[in-house]
């Protein structure tokens, strides 16, 4: 057991080494594409620097775009925790944004506190439903579950513009993409008088949540074993199956409070263009930080802050909007290539590690 | 205890940010912040904002600097860019995208000595600091659809719009009325993209209206490139809204409408410093000369050019109206009696097609 104790954290060394690398050699490339249009690579990511940590505002700002990111992030991270690959955040981000919406708007309360719980539990539904059907799909007659929950996310895309150009169209404002407003008692409420709102303590307390419980607790135990190998926890007749699917449920769920944080707190009604991407970046968060809930906490914070500091790019150092989209892409880009090189480097301990689990569980069963 | 004092910290921090902005202001150049919804180089609508932005910084040098954002979301990030201008300094912000307002809304509250402008947007919320503008483009179509009517062979044309909200309506029904008033028989077939710039659906549009007959394709987008090369493409016509694209596709332009904002700016930032500016919604019609007629391409015959801009002349110098009455919708309904003339109100909140126009209007 020492010695995979020591395999064990060696691996997190490498991986953790293999991410801060990975986002070196992306700034590093970008640098290049900098000097060649002129700017002053140090001047631009300082200017970063500043506009996502320099100042109340810009700090307060960072926690408003790392919010959904954490949220999809972990909901990427429970299902990979148990072997499934859940690319379809952003589509349960906006079903979650579908299902806070509809409370909002058609129950009518006098209470914050009535409605908001109410809102959070309409938005897990549609969010859990909507990472239900791949689950189910892939359990049942294999249908992979990454190439549909990618494709859910187009279906969910295009159901938020039927809702919004349709039945759910905004009566005083005709043909523009949104709902009417929500009423204000369906407001999250903000902390310290900024637009950093209770989503953060949602995410944050997911992730100690996790942190602490897949550890400790016999079902964090069990999914551990099947998201390290499935078959020998079949072999241990354990409910695989059923543990993937509430696995993805859970995930669909939680990426959902992305949406219903998103449009209770920031936007107070539904529209076109409510995620630019959270649900694509929190996947890339997820990754970053190799499915650690804390640290995609901490990961989701760095990437909103690349995000929001994004705007100085434009408002100081005049770069087109696209060079952040470039870092971002550079970051995943390179993140894929020292995984790969990771994976060759520690090929061998994994062998030795999965061959470890079904002795640990005989001895159990 | 600490994290009390911490809280605190916070929001003195966050109280001193625009204080300090306003001592910086004296004697200093005014700070212009300018928000745009796509790139500035998309040779449409934000390139013609940009360029608006850079003749107010020539033409007002020394007396005001000018700082912008491009590719804007139309949703809450909006507000963030806009509270990163203030606290850079800037004094006016221009938001040059119709989904702007709800986040100009509450940025406005937050700061009364900032002047706001949005553009193209009928509000019921007023603030003391937020202005609308509204700079027409429906009479350079009236010239636009007369041209279009002229040169089809098919008596088919093509519009795709990307939301049709009222001032867009409004270019559309412009067009199908000019187109009308020189061949009656003209159809219109409207497509809506549902956005501003989406160049996939937007050439899938245009392959689909030459499909279905038409031989004139027009469009009211970010920029209308995109549907003019995928015509071009397919050997035809095509009118812009935005900005003169005659060099970018010769043989099948026909005409548009062009925007020249650079004077408009200079007016509304002249009256902030001189202190006449004012929270109002402010019309500005083709007399002004912000709208223009852009060029004609060299496919349209003479006579046609004479035409066009002859009735474009005619209404700048006040002599025609382009809603005058009577006009019925595409529904038969009765929308501007005989003798009447469509006044602001009722065009900064057009939400109906004339009749002529057909297809996609959902409602």
Redesign the interface.
Known sequence: MVSGHWQKLRRAALYTLGSLTAVLIAFLITAVFLLLVGRNPIEVYIGIYQGAFGDSFSFSETLVAATPIMLCGLGVAIAQWLGMMNVGVEGQLYLGAIGATYVALNCHFTHSWQLLPLMLVGAAICGGFWSFIPAILRVTIGVSEVITTLLMNYIALLLVEFLIHGPWEDPNNVSWPQTAAFPAIAELPHLFATRVHLGIVFGIGIALLFAFLLPTTKIGFISRVIGSNPDAAEYAHYKVKRYQVWAMIISGAVAALAGFSQVSAIEGRLRSGLSPGYGYTGFLACWLARHNPIAIVIVSILIGGLLSGADSLQLSAKLPFATVNILQGMIFFCLLATEQYINKLTSKSNIESNTESPKVLRSEA | MIIRIL?YL??V??MQ?PVKASNELSGQPLKVGFLMGG?VTDFGWNQSHNDGRIYLEKHMAGKVKT?????V?????A???M???I??GAKVIFATS??YL?SMLKVAARHPDVVFMQINRYS?QKRANIGVYFPYYFEPLYSAGIVAARVTKTHKLGFIVG???PNVLAGVNAFTLGARSVNPGVKVNLVCT?SWNDPATEAEATKALVESGADVITSILDSSLTVCNAAAKLSTYCIGAAYDLNKQVPKTWLTGQSWNYGPLYVRVVEQVINGSWKPVTQYYTAKEGYAQLASFGSTVPQAVRGEAALAFKKITTSKVAVFAGPIKDSSGKLRIPAGKTADNHCIEQM?WVVSGVEGAL??
């Open positions: 809280l916070w929001l921090l966050l940010n790139p700082t912008f954002a491009e590719s979301p139309e949703s809450s990030e507000g963030r860019v509270e990163r201008m606290a850079q119709y989904g709800d019921e939301h049709v909200v549902n939400n959902t409602k």
